[in-house]
């Protein structure tokens, strides 16, 4: 799409041709002095620019490349003013550059400057907002007597008597054939003088003068000069355009690109007459009258121009948006690769002494791992954060499985091993009662040993000390979540001793 629209600005922009005093080729000399504007993906600004210079036979470099950071290939253009008041005219300059032109971008021409100022702006249409201003001295005004020329200029909507409809704008301009004009100044009505930098808009209804004044780079200040004219209340006649707006929506990657889809919804509004119309034009066709947001699923970059026109029939500037559409990323169909490996101390027979634990592993490389599970003996499936420590003597069996951010699940696997005691006595007075009792509460589990001489009973200990019957609970509560973890406890055993805790009156 860029291409196509910088072939059509280049049909559009034959007239850049050297000029007098201005010349662009391939390998032109270049001029003692130079001046350097880039730009990038910005459509409201230039990327850099001079502010000032001095007089005499000057080199402009202008480069709208990859290299300023121009990612999209716009194309913008460098373009000097040569009608607008109070600016020098005798450059012209008109440059179309883009990162794809022949240059790569990169171009570069031959001027001479006087002193005075030169507006500069990007001619391509919706981006007038690229301005800009050049202040050429002499090299220092020496000698330079004479104070800058000055002067004011009224415009706006007039009724039949003259009158200003609504708002009165007053254009300063200044010019100095010696040192350059340094500073502008207005002030509206006798209040203060303030620096001039954009036309001053007068909106208060009633009689107004506003005055003005300019000094150049050698200290020379103007005599005040004025403007008087009177502001009416306006008409109820609607002269205001609507203000239209874009919003584009989508699932976006890292570069901000839209994935697969974006869409675009306009919205207009208009405090006069109210909206009438809005249109767009997507890639260069034809203007549409927009009903329902535009959904583009076209890979590649994209170009939406749109306005909108009231009631009333006026129509708003013609406004631009542009985005890229990326194709998705295959849909990820396959599950995570999942391993599990066992690690302990383990004797002549091949049985983990004292204990083993089983390290559970899984990849993926699409969507990525969102999850392993893993399931001890008969024990439900239980998310696996850590390595998994079985300490209960006896064979295992620990299965594993793991699923994707996809949703995608691998197949069930298992790995086996048996757990011996490691032959030490932790508990030599150990209660080998058959079953956990608490408090003469029988909770029906079998009080087996936890695997270094220690039975559950041991473990939950009932005439310990416990600062109060709720202490003692959550004892209970800790102690059978550590046989749960090792497969010495199901979690329905555990419901079962827990409950038995919670009725007995240990440490109440």
């Known amino acids: 799409m860029i291409r196509r629209l910088t072939a059509a600005l280049a049909a559009f922009l034959l007239t850049v041709t050297p000029f007098a005093g201005a010349s662009a080729s391939a390998a032109p000399r270049v001029a003692e002095q130079v001046l350097t504007w880039t730009a990038d993906d910005s459509i409201t600004r230039y990327k850099s620019a001079p502010a000032t210079a001095v007089a005499g036979a000057t080199t402009i470099i202008w480069e709208n490349s990859a290299a300023t950071g121009n990612t999209t290939g716009m194309p913008h253009t460098l373009t000097f ?3 607008t008041d109070g600016y020098n005219h005798d450059v012209t300059l008109n440059i179309l550059a883009n990162p794809f032109d022949v240059n790569n971008g990169r171009h570069q021409a031959t001027v001479n400057l006087t002193p ?4 500069y702006f990007c001619s391509i249409p919706g981006h007038s907002q690229m301005v800009g201003e050049l ?3 002499d090299g220092g005004g020496g000698g330079d007597t004479t104070p800058p020329t000055v002067n004011g200029v009224v415009s706006g909507d007039r009724d039949g008597d003259g009158n200003y409809v609504g708002a009165a704008t007053v254009t300063v301009t200044a010019t100095d054939a010696g040192s350059g004009v340094e500073t502008v100044e207005y002030q509206v009505d006798d209040t203060s003088f303030l620096p001039y930098t954009q036309p001053v808009q007068v909106t208060a209804v009633g009689d107004h003068s506003v005055q003005f004044r300019a000094t150049d780079q050698a200290g020379n200040t103007s005599a005040v000069g004025s403007v008087s004219f009177r502001v009416v209340e306006p008409s109820e006649e609607d002269t205001t355009p609507p203000v239209v707006t874009v919003d584009v929506a989508g699932d976006r990657d890292g570069d901000g690109n839209y994935v697969g889809t974006a869409t675009a919804t306009l919205a207009a509004t208009d405090a006069g007459s109210g909206v009438a119309t809005i249109e767009y034009s997507l890639d260069g066709a034809a203007f549409t009258a927009y009903s329902q947001p535009i959904v583009v699923n076209g890979v590649g970059m994209h170009m939406l121009h749109y306005r909108a026109t009231d009631v009333a029939g006026n129509t708003s500037a013609e406004q631009m948006s542009h985005f890229t559409v990326v194709a998705p990323a295959p849909e990820d169909t396959t599950p995570p690769v999942v391993s599990a490996t066992v690690a302990g101390d383990q004797n002549d027979d091949g049985a983990y002494v004292g204990g083993a634990t089983v390290t559970v592993t899984a990849t993926d490389g699409d969507s990525g791992v969102a999850s392993i599970e893993y399931a001890l003996d008969t024990g439900a499936w239980t998310t696996y954060a850590s390595p998994v420590s079985v300490r209960a003597t006896g064979a295992h069996t620990l299965r594993y499985r793991a699923t994707d951010a996809a949703g995608n699940t ?7 091993f048996t757990v011996v005691a490691d032959g030490t006595d ?8 058959a079953r956990v009792v608490i408090d003469g509460d029988d909770t029906g589990v079998a009080n087996v040993d936890t695997g270094d001489g220690c039975t559950i009973n041991d473990l939950i200990d009932e005439d310990a000390a416990y600062p109060g019957h709720a202490d003692f609970v959550r004892h209970v509560e800790a102690v059978t979540a550590t046989l749960v973890a090792g497969g010495t406890l199901t979690l329905r055993q555990q419901g079962a001793i827990v409950r038995a805790a919670a009725r007995s009156d240990v440490g109440a």
């Open 81 to 83: 003013d040569t009608t």
């Open 116 to 119: 005075g100022r030169y507006r």
């Open 135 to 137: 202040v050429v001295t």
């Open 410 to 416: 691998s197949a069930e696997q298992s790995t086996t």
């Open 426 to 433: 932790a508990c030599p007075d150990s209660d080998t009662r």
